[in-house]
């Protein structure tokens, strides 16, 4: 009877060792899982945050490109309207100089010439000036060039000019403006791609020192 008990309980020991060796085995079966599911995830997410900073990084330094070449950009129009203010005003001292009175009798005797030349078919034609220079031209007309003029050129004041002349042809309805500002504002454009050529020159070399 003591062997039967002794038996049994050898037995029950031996069953509650093997199911508590079964249950931990489990219990670590299980961390082992969940420890390894947890540092995928980890994992995952790493890599997922790396990725996101990778294009976060791409698309910042993409728009700061952007945001430098539009930078440059505003630059170079700003720093070729100054340079094209400067030139409209040197250009227009420089046409202001050159206007003279002496200037703007050649020009028109050359205008009123050309037009006796061709009989007068256009019609009467109008010669405008400023009231400054009106006085000086009537006399310098009458005194040496009257023989040579038609009786269909006249001279009249506008004073809206500072500076030039304007000739209208009354028959055409056509006008031609030869004032300050208007040559000016033709010099201008006409130098514009020139000037335009110079600035970006300029910018390429000052980006070529740079980069060396």
Not at 94 to 123: C, F, N, P
Not at 150 to 166: P, Q, Y
């Amino acid at each position: 009877m003591a062997e039967e008990l002794q038996h049994l309980i050898e037995r029950i020991q031996k069953e509650g060792v093997e199911k508590a060796e079964a249950q931990a085995a489990k219990i670590i079966s299980q961390a082992k899982e969940k420890a390894a599911s947890h540092v995928r995830e980890s994992e995952e997410k790493a890599k997922a945050l790396v990725a996101k900073g990778e294009k976060d990084a791409q698309a910042f330094m993409e728009r700061s490109i952007r945001s430098l070449e539009q930078a440059a950009r505003d630059l170079l129009i700003t720093v070729g309207q100054g340079v094209e203010n400067i030139l409209a005003d040197l250009v227009a001292e420089s046409v202001d100089k050159a206007l003279t009175i002496e200037v703007l009798e050649q020009m028109l005797v050359k205008m009123a010439e050309a037009y006796a030349a061709r009989g007068g078919e256009e019609g009467r034609i109008e010669l405008l000036v400023n009231p400054q220079d009106q006085q000086a031209l009537v006399k310098f007309f009458a005194d040496r060039y009257k023989e040579r003029l038609v009786s269909g050129v006249k001279l009249h004041v506008d004073n809206d000019i500072f500076k030039g002349f304007k000739v209208s042809f009354v028959k055409g309805h056509v006008q031609h403006d030869f004032t300050r500002e208007a040559i000016a504002e033709s010099l201008v454009t006409f130098l514009r791609p020139q000037l335009a050529e110079i600035v970006h020159r300029v910018a390429r070399q000052e980006s070529q020192t740079d980069k060396g």
